[in-house]
């Protein structure tokens, strides 16, 4: 079965710092990577998508994330960091569903961002 | 345009009871998956469907159905409730291709007391 770890469970950042949150998946072939961002009761908001081509995708919101097979990860990247961000943020696979003719989501446990004045 | 909607947003229920739960996709989109979020952890695959036809299905209990309607909306059904059924139910929609990108609904709030 594919997995996707992330590492960190919660992250600090000062207001205007830079922010790196890590995403390692394991997947055979090339994947299809996600990063999902949530508000506390709220749905999942798709931030950016690595499907392939260039390693380095920009998203929504100021955010990128880069993809390196050699490391099996596609880590979240952001350079200045604004309250608003404060969240939790969920990296996924899209795995292949057992009739082969879709995806499924498989996602790792989540990073929560507390973002400091 | 509208995005994915759920209903309802919050519901109770005691165990061994029944629910429903409905998920309307985006227009134009023909496939509905349904995941569960239990608090703390990441989203669980349940089913996913397409063109009223289901094409996967997670690792989760005969307890859980669902289907798929000519209009593509869906529901999600759990008999015989349990505390641990508690969670966030997502619904996502897609296109349906398999290189799809899925967006989520607000979810809808189920506790089991």
């Known amino acids: 079965a594919q997995s996707v770890t992330q590492p960190d469970i919660h992250i600090t950042v000062s207001e205007g710092a830079s922010l790196e949150l890590r995403c390692n998946y394991s997947?055979?072939?090339?994947?299809?990577l996600f990063w999902y961002v949530q508000s506390p009761g709220q749905g999942l908001q798709l931030l950016l998508k690595?499907?392939?081509?260039?390693?380095l995708v920009q998203g929504i919101k100021g955010f990128e994330a880069e993809f390196k097979r050699s490391q099996s990860s596609f880590n979240l990247r952001k350079p200045s960091v604004h309250w608003s961000d404060a969240a939790e943020y969920f990296c996924?696979?899209?795995?292949?569903?057992?009739?082969?003719?879709?995806?499924?989501?498989?996602f790792g446990s989540g990073t929560q961002l507390t973002v400091l004045p | 345009d509208a995005g994915v909607t759920q209903s309802p947003t919050h519901l109770i229920k005691t165990r061994g009871q029944h629910v429903t739960l409905r998920c309307s996709p985006i227009s134009g989109h023909k496939s509905v998956s349904w995941y569960q979020q239990v608090l703390g952890q990441g989203p669980q695959f349940i089913f996913q469907?397409?063109?009223?036809?289901?094409?996967g299905r997670g690792n989760f209990p005969d307890r859980f159905s669902a289907r798929q309607f000519p209009n593509y909306s869906s529901e999600l059904n759990v008999n015989a409730l349990l505390l641990g059924d508690s969670a966030l139910y997502l619904c996502?929609?897609?296109?349906?291709?398999?290189?799809?990108?899925?967006?989520f609904g607000p979810g809808t709030r189920l506790t089991v007391l």
């Open positions: 469907y397409y063109e009223k036809e289901e094409r």
């Open positions: 996502a929609s897609s296109l349906g291709g398999k290189a799809d990108t899925q967006y």
């Open positions: 996924a696979v899209a795995d292949l569903i057992s009739s082969g003719s879709a995806r499924q989501l498989t």
């Open positions: 997947y055979g072939a090339t994947p299809y």
């Open positions: 690595y499907f392939s081509g260039d390693t």
